[in-house]
């Protein structure tokens, strides 16, 4: 508890044993009764100043800053009215009860503030830095790029490098929100807010403080607030134009009656009185932020980093899903899915075509080298020449081997077949007879098909695939994912005018996502309604460009952004339904004089507290 609620809770403390002392002693048996009357009376006020001078103080403070219509302004009028018609215990229980709320409110508040900010506390204090012979504790901000920090087993990461000696594993989760530590070693990349977990790290770092991860999540985080959501921006605009009619309304309501209709003017103020109370719309300007704020700090926690409460109420509306494939719903790395040879075995295949190869650098190389898997003896090869747009002739073991496309075959009169099978063909001859072909394929992510079915699920109406791969590689990752449609052969300009093909074709309020990683999709991430990079951990780029950004490299927490935001913004409805609604009620009730000072209470802070309890679930 804070040094402000102890003090709260303590003038709440003294003013109620004062309240109740002048509530339940029998005055009128030691004194007479106008001098009774007055004991009770100067208690009952001592006890009304001790808990509510700050209330008082807030509203004159306010009106002197040209700031009248607020919670505190309402709350003193009501109360100073009511001890003017000498209801001292009425104005006494309203501002306790109403101190006793404004404690839970602040309570509850800061609670989701704490775990937020525990969930992000990811700054590191110090760096160990090698420096000479000597190792020195410095902020991170002082430590320069290419100089070699020290990470000991349990500390945080404090700066963005590659590692140059030790192996140890790596707690991720405050980044991707990804609880299975990662293995890394000499080469690897770490970033800065992860923990390292057991083993001694030497790491080169390659960004400064700055522009480390752990900063870049932090401002992301930090600034989101600054984004508001059309809700938050209508209750602002609401509460604005809201407030002062019904402090017009109630002193309207004061002597209108009296004045025309020969009302009691005792009863007329005291209801709009109870009305002022009632109109307070603090329920409404505190739990919404809250729950967007909640929302996107339980986001964060999962490693989903949302730039702002308009970003995650577009979520919340979006119906139809476009994704880049490679890299995406793929894992932009080339692999050998399948080895189909002809007159020779799988193993002497791959071993001509490894050894063809073995001087290229090309990302199907690389993979045709990967599959072999055993060291590549290029003594063997005497000869090695690259045809560009066809392929490798080469001569290993002192047989010519061709490695390459249907146009290299037919260059050098080889009969050979397509496959059946979409994704990369190889063909490969020896001596002029053809020895078969290696098929070469991205391979589709683990969870993709998970992700479209969680999609579907949560009422995504289309999914849409774009690549500039070929049409039968495309139609092949769209059938096996139950994509809705796809687009190939497609450069980064088609891709915006697809997408803008489909904003088009959208009704309402509905709204398009894209999905890519955030480097090559630029142009597309900024066009559609939210933008969505993947596995953007330690890329500028991506921060940079998207509106939603997700730490892990899985499609299956597009699923999870979805549903944060539509539980978010579930939670904020019920809050708006909650707070008008009792609060017009007792408004009415008010009104027509069948509503009393605690049930106005009960629709000011009873409804806040409920509706601030309703929004920290955001945070689960």
């Keep these: 508890m804070s040094k402000s609620q102890k003090r709260r809770l303590r003038s709440i403390l003294i003013s109620a044993f004062l309240f109740l002392f002048a509530l339940i002693f029998p005055f009128d048996k030691f004194f007479p009764e106008k001098t009774s009357s007055i004991i ?15 209330v008082l103080y807030k509203a004159i403070r306010n009106i002197l800053n040209g700031q009248i219509f607020d919670e505190n302004f309402l709350m ?29 409110e602040d309570y509850a508040v800061g609670k989701s503030r704490e775990s937020i900010a525990a969930m992000m506390d990811l700054r590191p204090d110090t760096a160990n830095v090698i420096r000479g012979d000597d190792v020195e504790e410095v902020d991170p901000e002082e430590v320069e790029v290419d100089e070699i920090i020290l990470i000991k087993p349990g500390e945080r990461v404090p700066l963005d490098g590659i590692v140059t000696e ?62 508001k959501s059309r809700s938050e921006n209508f209750i602002t605009k609401f509460a604005a134009v809201y407030t002062p009619v019904v402090v017009v309304s109630a002193v309207l309501l004061a002597i209108i009656p009296p004045l025309f209709f020969h009302g009691e003017w005792s009863v007329w103020i005291n209801r709009a009185l109870i009305f002022l109370v009632v109109s307070c719309p603090c329920a409404l300007v505190i739990s919404i932020p809250l729950s967007f704020f909640g929302g996107i700090g339980g986001a964060s926690r999962k490693g989903i980093l949302v730039k702002g409460s308009n970003y995650l109420e577009t979520l919340s509306n979006v119906k139809t899903v476009v994704f880049d494939k490679t890299g995406t719903l793929t894992n932009g790395t080339f692999t050998v899915t399948a080895i189909h040879p002809d007159l020779i075995s799988e193993s002497e295949l791959l071993e001509y075509a490894a050894h063809a190869e073995g001087f290229s650098s090309h990302p199907i190389a690389q993979s045709i080298k990967k599959a072999y898997a055993r060291e590549i003896d290029l003594a063997r090869v005497t000869s090695n020449e690259e045809i560009s747009g066809e392929g490798i002739v ?10 390459g496309n249907m146009k290299l075959m037919d260059r050098f009169s080889i009969s050979a077949h397509e496959c ?26 683990p969870d993709s098909a998970e992700a479209i079915r969680g999609l579907k699920a949560n009422g995504i109406r289309r999914t849409v695939m774009l690549t500039g791969d070929k049409k039968a590689v495309a139609q092949n990752v769209a059938s096996e994912l139950s994509l809705d449609d796809c687009y190939a052969e497609l450069l980064p300009q088609n891709k915006v005018e697809i997408v803008e093909k489909l904003l088009a074709e959208n009704t309402g309020n509905e709204k398009l996502a894209f999905v890519g990683d955030g480097i090559n999709d630029a142009p597309v991430l900024t066009r559609a309604d939210v933008g969505i990079a993947m596995g953007a951990m330690g890329s500028d780029a991506a921060i940079e460009a998207a509106d939603v950004v997700l730490m892990n490299d899985k499609p299956s927490d597009i699923v999870k952004a979805i549903e944060i935001a539509n539980k978010t913004l579930r939670i904020v409805h019920e809050n708006i339904i909650l707070a008008i609604g009792v609060k017009v009620l007792v408004l009415i009730l008010a009104a027509f004089g069948h509503a009393t000072m605690w049930m106005a209470v009960f629709a000011d802070v009873g409804v806040a507290f409920l509706a601030i309890l309703n929004a920290m679930r955001c945070l689960k």
Excluded: C
């Design 76 to 104: 003193a009028v009501a109360t100073i009215g009511a001890i003017a018609l000498q209801d001292y215990k009425e104005a006494v229980a309203v501002m306790l009860f109403y101190q006793i709320g404004e404690l839970f």
């Design 40 to 54: 009770s009376a100067v208690i009952f006020l001592a006890a009304y100043l001790i808990v509510g001078w700050n």
């Design 166 to 227: 030790g192996e140890s594993r790596l707690d991720t989760a405050a980044l991707t929100g990804e609880s299975v530590p990662q293995i890394i070693a000499v080469g690897d990349e770490i970033y800065s807010g992860s923990v390292n977990l057991n083993g001694l790290l030497k790491v080169r770092v390659t960004k400064p403080f700055g522009e480390s991860t752990v900063s870049r999540i932090l401002e992301l985080v930090e600034n989101a607030s600054d984004k």
């Design 394 to 403: 080469s001569i290993v073991d002192g047989k010519q081997i061709l490695a």
């Design 420 to 445: 059946h099978l979409s994704g990369t063909v190889i063909h490969v001859a020896a001596d002029g007879l053809y020895a078969g072909h290696i098929i070469i394929s991205d391979t589709i992510k």
